[in-house]
């Protein structure tokens, strides 16, 4: 095949430390893509390169460079961190390569550079609707435990705003570091103010040392709930919770279990290609976001560079497993449903369970 005739997508994702699962939910769902649309779309050969950036934002730019420079990519894709998707914006920019972030959440990551276009979620989008839930379900008070980094500051700051509105309390605002976290100074100050509830964000993959601490303190014991955005009860990491899980409410765009023939569908063959892992939001975020690639490479018929590309990524609606959504034009974030779901076991197994949707959810963290 003639170089022309080959279309480049340079996925950088954590592969190797502690974002780890991010990496192997994207890299899985892009493969599952790929297998079921074919690598060859209008006429040209698509080609997958995957970097392992181990979420070092240094490394993140190096590879992005690499890839643009030396390999010579249409599009760059993956960044599963805030920090790794702004280290990379300005390389999107001068090189007028379309940059997919299908992970990264911090809301304003999308406004570092004209070439971003996001399949995942932002944080302001998935926590205001717990703030609108939690007053209304015995929960006046709270203590917000999150990173201590860009969407861990989004979480604390669009949920603390939205549940002083409804008239609750925050009695304090607890940050963690974002690498190697030890959880169980922050809970036991929780426990000592006891609050309603903790509200949580943490990155996916740490959900699970959360949960395990916040048992081991007795915090449910002591009547003190825990809440948070979806990331805490990833579905990669659920199944392994164990029953302290069971009763946590979320917000969050994507639950393994959202009843749709077109999820079904998706987490039956993800589970079949990988050995029985369940696909999590990150693994919809990169399975959407090579759609989007999909589908303007057919609309531009690979003419016109990247910003036709870019142009044709813009706007596009369709039907992902998470619900339906589209690309706003003006921001180049999703607008999608977001829902409220609740732990219980199915068939033995623990699953977030939605309970009720709010549609068509902007990103609020927008201003403009
Ligand atoms: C980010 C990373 C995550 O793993 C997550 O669940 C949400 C946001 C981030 O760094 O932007």
Known sequence: ????????????????????????????????????NGDT????????????DA?????????????????KVNVLAGMGITPSALAVAPIATQSKTPLVVMAAATSSITEASPFIVRSSFTLPQASVALADWAPKNGIKSVVTLVSDYGPGL????????RFLFNGGKVMDKLRVPLMNPDFAPFLQKVRDLKPDAVFVFVPSGAGTAVMKQFAERGMDKAGIKLIGTGDVTDDDLLPEMGDVALGVVTSHHYSADHNSPANKKFVE?????N????????????YDGMRIIYEALKKTGGKGGGEALLGAMKGQIFESPRGPVF???????????????KVEK??????????????DVKDPGKTK
């Open 1 to 36: 095949t003639a170089a022309d005739d080959v279309f480049k997508i340079g996925l950088i994702l954590p592969m190797t430390g502690q974002q780890a699962t991010t990496g192997r939910q994207i890299e899985a769902a892009a493969k599952l893509w790929m297998a079921q």
């Open 41 to 52: 779309v209008a006429g040209k050969k698509v080609q997958l390169i995957v970097k392992d």
């Open 55 to 71: 979420s070092v934002p240094a490394n993140t730019r190096r590879l992005a460079q690499e890839l643009v420079v030396n390999d």
């Open 154 to 161: 989004d979480a604390e700051k669009f949920f603390a705003e």
């Open 269 to 273: 063959a993800f589970e079949k290609a």
């Open 275 to 286: 050995k029985g892992l369940r696909p999590n939001f990150m693994a919809v975020g990169g």
């Open 327 to 341: 690309i706003d034009a003006q921001t180049r974030d999703i607008v999608q449903n977001i829902y409220l779901r």
């Open 346 to 359: 199915k068939n033995g197994q623990l699953y977030n369970v939605e309970f009720d949707v709010i549609k």
